[in-house]
Protein backbone atom coordinates (compact mmCIF):
# COMPACT_ATOMS: atom_id res chain seq x y z
CA UNK A 1 0.00 0.00 0.00
CA UNK A 2 0.82 3.49 -0.82
CA UNK A 3 1.71 6.00 2.28
CA UNK A 4 1.61 9.67 1.99
CA UNK A 5 3.12 11.68 4.68
CA UNK A 6 1.97 15.35 5.06
CA UNK A 7 4.39 18.50 6.46
CA UNK A 8 3.88 20.58 8.45
CA UNK A 9 1.38 18.64 10.76
CA UNK A 10 0.22 22.27 11.62
CA UNK A 11 1.30 25.89 10.70
CA UNK A 12 0.34 28.94 12.19
CA UNK A 13 0.36 32.07 9.53
CA UNK A 14 -0.96 35.45 8.98
CA UNK A 15 -3.30 36.81 6.81
CA UNK A 16 -1.70 37.54 3.57
CA UNK A 17 1.16 35.52 3.98
CA UNK A 18 2.20 32.71 1.52
CA UNK A 19 2.43 29.20 2.11
CA UNK A 20 3.18 25.71 1.41
CA UNK A 21 2.23 22.37 2.36
CA UNK A 22 4.04 19.15 1.19
CA UNK A 23 3.02 16.02 0.47
CA UNK A 24 5.53 12.85 0.30
CA UNK A 25 4.31 9.54 -1.52
CA UNK A 26 6.17 6.08 -0.42
CA UNK A 27 6.36 4.87 -4.07
CA UNK A 28 5.94 6.89 -7.03
CA UNK A 29 2.42 8.03 -8.13
CA UNK A 30 2.52 10.11 -11.49
CA UNK A 31 1.02 12.52 -10.88
CA UNK A 32 -2.42 11.17 -9.08
CA UNK A 33 -3.02 13.19 -6.88
CA UNK A 34 -5.69 14.99 -4.84
CA UNK A 35 -5.77 17.97 -2.58
CA UNK A 36 -8.48 18.94 -0.13
CA UNK A 37 -9.69 21.68 2.44
CA UNK A 38 -11.51 20.81 5.21
CA UNK A 39 -13.54 23.06 7.73
CA UNK A 40 -14.92 21.89 10.89
CA UNK A 41 -17.73 19.67 10.87
CA UNK A 42 -17.59 20.06 6.98
CA UNK A 43 -17.34 17.51 4.42
CA UNK A 44 -13.60 17.52 2.58
CA UNK A 45 -13.60 20.07 -0.83
CA UNK A 46 -11.65 19.30 -3.45
CA UNK A 47 -8.90 21.75 -4.20
CA UNK A 48 -6.63 20.27 -6.97
CA UNK A 49 -6.89 17.27 -8.84
CA UNK A 50 -4.21 15.84 -10.99
CA UNK A 51 -1.59 17.69 -8.73
CA UNK A 52 -1.87 21.03 -10.62
CA UNK A 53 -5.28 21.21 -12.10
CA UNK A 54 -7.68 23.78 -10.23
CA UNK A 55 -11.12 22.40 -9.46
CA UNK A 56 -14.15 24.56 -10.80
CA UNK A 57 -14.91 27.38 -8.32
CA UNK A 58 -11.73 27.60 -6.63
CA UNK A 59 -9.91 30.50 -5.80
CA UNK A 60 -6.93 31.07 -8.38
CA UNK A 61 -4.58 31.87 -5.30
CA UNK A 62 -4.55 27.63 -4.81
CA UNK A 63 -2.13 26.15 -6.41
CA UNK A 64 -0.41 22.30 -6.87
CA UNK A 65 2.42 20.90 -8.35
CA UNK A 66 4.76 18.09 -8.47
CA UNK A 67 4.98 14.93 -9.78
CA UNK A 68 6.35 11.27 -8.82
CA UNK A 69 6.59 11.38 -4.87
CA UNK A 70 7.03 14.80 -3.80
CA UNK A 71 3.92 17.63 -4.44
CA UNK A 72 3.04 20.93 -3.22
CA UNK A 73 0.01 22.84 -2.60
CA UNK A 74 0.59 26.56 -2.34
CA UNK A 75 -1.42 29.11 -0.86
CA UNK A 76 0.09 32.57 -2.35
CA UNK A 77 -1.88 35.37 -0.24
CA UNK A 78 -3.63 33.59 2.38
CA UNK A 79 -7.37 34.75 3.24
CA UNK A 80 -9.28 34.49 6.62
CA UNK A 81 -11.76 31.58 5.23
CA UNK A 82 -8.21 29.37 4.46
CA UNK A 83 -7.76 28.79 7.47
CA UNK A 84 -8.62 25.09 7.75
CA UNK A 85 -7.30 21.50 7.49
CA UNK A 86 -5.74 19.96 4.38
CA UNK A 87 -5.37 16.94 2.79
CA UNK A 88 -3.55 14.96 0.18
CA UNK A 89 -5.10 11.73 -1.32
CA UNK A 90 -3.40 9.68 -3.76
CA UNK A 91 -5.29 8.07 -6.68
CA UNK A 92 -2.79 6.10 -7.70
CA UNK A 93 -4.40 3.04 -6.78
CA UNK A 94 -6.40 1.58 -4.02
CA UNK A 95 -6.49 1.92 -1.56
CA UNK A 96 -6.62 5.52 -2.18
CA UNK A 97 -4.80 6.89 1.09
CA UNK A 98 -4.88 10.22 2.31
CA UNK A 99 -1.78 12.17 4.10
CA UNK A 100 -2.70 12.68 7.80
CA UNK A 101 -3.71 16.45 7.44
CA UNK A 102 -2.40 19.85 8.17
CA UNK A 103 -4.03 22.32 10.29
CA UNK A 104 -3.17 25.97 9.05
CA UNK A 105 -4.34 28.43 12.02
CA UNK A 106 -4.63 32.58 12.19
CA UNK A 107 -0.74 33.41 13.88
CA UNK B 1 -27.20 20.76 -9.21
CA UNK B 2 -25.28 17.16 -7.26
CA UNK B 3 -26.57 16.17 -3.63
CA UNK B 4 -25.23 12.98 -2.04
CA UNK B 5 -27.52 12.35 1.14
CA UNK B 6 -26.49 9.38 3.70
CA UNK B 7 -28.69 7.82 5.81
CA UNK B 8 -28.48 5.13 8.38
CA UNK B 9 -25.79 5.96 10.87
CA UNK B 10 -26.56 5.50 14.48
CA UNK B 11 -25.30 3.70 17.49
CA UNK B 12 -24.01 -0.15 17.04
CA UNK B 13 -22.74 -2.52 19.27
CA UNK B 14 -19.37 -4.44 19.00
CA UNK B 15 -19.84 -7.48 16.21
CA UNK B 16 -23.09 -5.95 15.31
CA UNK B 17 -24.50 -4.56 11.77
CA UNK B 18 -25.39 -1.46 9.88
CA UNK B 19 -26.05 -0.46 6.53
CA UNK B 20 -25.27 2.80 5.87
CA UNK B 21 -27.33 4.70 2.20
CA UNK B 22 -26.14 7.21 0.18
CA UNK B 23 -28.91 8.78 -2.06
CA UNK B 24 -28.01 10.74 -5.59
CA UNK B 25 -29.24 13.34 -7.69
CA UNK B 26 -27.85 15.62 -10.11
CA UNK B 27 -25.73 13.56 -12.10
CA UNK B 28 -26.17 10.27 -13.70
CA UNK B 29 -25.12 7.59 -10.91
CA UNK B 30 -24.83 5.05 -12.81
CA UNK B 31 -21.49 6.51 -14.84
CA UNK B 32 -19.77 7.04 -11.70
CA UNK B 33 -17.33 5.19 -9.27
CA UNK B 34 -18.36 6.16 -6.04
CA UNK B 35 -16.37 5.96 -2.51
CA UNK B 36 -16.69 5.43 0.96
CA UNK B 37 -14.50 7.67 3.16
CA UNK B 38 -14.61 7.76 7.12
CA UNK B 39 -13.36 10.48 9.75
CA UNK B 40 -12.85 9.42 13.19
CA UNK B 41 -13.63 12.01 16.03
CA UNK B 42 -10.93 14.19 15.63
CA UNK B 43 -8.95 12.33 13.40
CA UNK B 44 -8.23 12.47 9.87
CA UNK B 45 -9.68 11.24 6.53
CA UNK B 46 -9.39 7.39 5.89
CA UNK B 47 -10.61 5.90 2.58
CA UNK B 48 -13.04 2.92 3.25
CA UNK B 49 -13.81 1.61 -0.28
CA UNK B 50 -15.25 2.24 -3.73
CA UNK B 51 -17.34 0.51 -6.34
CA UNK B 52 -16.49 1.10 -10.32
CA UNK B 53 -19.61 1.54 -12.71
CA UNK B 54 -21.32 -1.86 -14.07
CA UNK B 55 -19.99 -0.91 -17.45
CA UNK B 56 -16.30 -1.28 -15.46
CA UNK B 57 -17.46 -4.27 -13.95
CA UNK B 58 -18.78 -3.18 -11.01
CA UNK B 59 -15.77 -4.22 -9.23
CA UNK B 60 -14.52 -3.48 -5.46
CA UNK B 61 -12.10 -2.33 -3.79
CA UNK B 62 -11.33 -2.07 0.42
CA UNK B 63 -8.81 -1.09 2.69
CA UNK B 64 -7.02 -3.13 4.91
CA UNK B 65 -8.88 -2.66 8.25
CA UNK B 66 -12.17 -2.68 6.87
CA UNK B 67 -11.82 -5.62 4.24
CA UNK B 68 -13.58 -8.68 5.01
CA UNK B 69 -16.20 -6.96 7.16
CA UNK B 70 -17.90 -4.24 4.96
CA UNK B 71 -19.37 -4.53 1.29
CA UNK B 72 -19.62 -1.71 -1.12
CA UNK B 73 -22.70 -2.61 -3.32
CA UNK B 74 -24.72 -0.11 -5.71
CA UNK B 75 -28.32 0.26 -7.03
CA UNK B 76 -28.36 2.08 -10.24
CA UNK B 77 -32.28 1.88 -10.74
CA UNK B 78 -32.70 3.78 -7.43
CA UNK B 79 -29.56 6.16 -7.60
CA UNK B 80 -28.01 4.75 -4.76
CA UNK B 81 -24.70 3.55 -3.17
CA UNK B 82 -24.77 1.58 0.08
CA UNK B 83 -22.06 0.49 3.15
CA UNK B 84 -22.85 -3.64 4.48
CA UNK B 85 -20.91 -2.90 7.76
CA UNK B 86 -20.54 -6.56 9.93
CA UNK B 87 -18.56 -7.50 12.51
CA UNK B 88 -18.58 -3.96 13.65
CA UNK B 89 -15.39 -3.07 16.19
CA UNK B 90 -15.12 0.29 18.44
CA UNK B 91 -12.61 1.58 16.04
CA UNK B 92 -15.37 1.81 13.65
CA UNK B 93 -16.66 4.68 15.05
CA UNK B 94 -16.58 7.38 12.88
CA UNK B 95 -18.50 9.85 10.24
CA UNK B 96 -19.02 8.19 7.10
CA UNK B 97 -19.19 10.23 3.85
CA UNK B 98 -19.80 9.03 0.47
CA UNK B 99 -18.58 10.88 -2.49
CA UNK B 100 -18.00 10.56 -6.28
CA UNK B 101 -14.68 8.68 -7.19
CA UNK B 102 -12.68 11.77 -8.08
CA UNK B 103 -13.54 13.62 -5.17
CA UNK B 104 -15.49 16.16 -6.64
CA UNK B 105 -18.62 15.49 -4.80
CA UNK B 106 -19.36 14.34 -1.30
CA UNK B 107 -22.65 14.21 0.95
CA UNK B 108 -22.92 15.84 4.34
CA UNK B 109 -22.19 12.72 6.36
CA UNK B 110 -23.11 9.76 8.72
CA UNK B 111 -22.27 9.41 12.10
CA UNK B 112 -21.39 5.33 13.47
CA UNK B 113 -20.60 5.14 17.00
CA UNK B 114 -19.89 1.51 17.89
CA UNK B 115 -19.92 1.11 21.68
CA UNK B 116 -21.54 -1.35 24.32
Known amino acids: DIQMTQSPSSLSAYVGDRVTITCRASQTISTYLNWYQQKAGKAPRLLIYAASSLQSGVPSRFSGSGSGTDFTLTISSLQPEDFATYYCQQTYSPPRSFGQGTKLEIK | EVHLVESGGGLAKPGGSLRLSCAAS????????MSWVRQAPGKGLEWVGR??????????DYAAPVKGRFTVSRDDSKNTLYLQMKSLKIEDTAVYYC???????WGQGTLVTVSS
Open chain 2, 26 to 33: GFTFSDAW
Open chain 2, 51 to 60: IKRKSDGGTT
Open chain 2, 99 to 105: STNIGDY
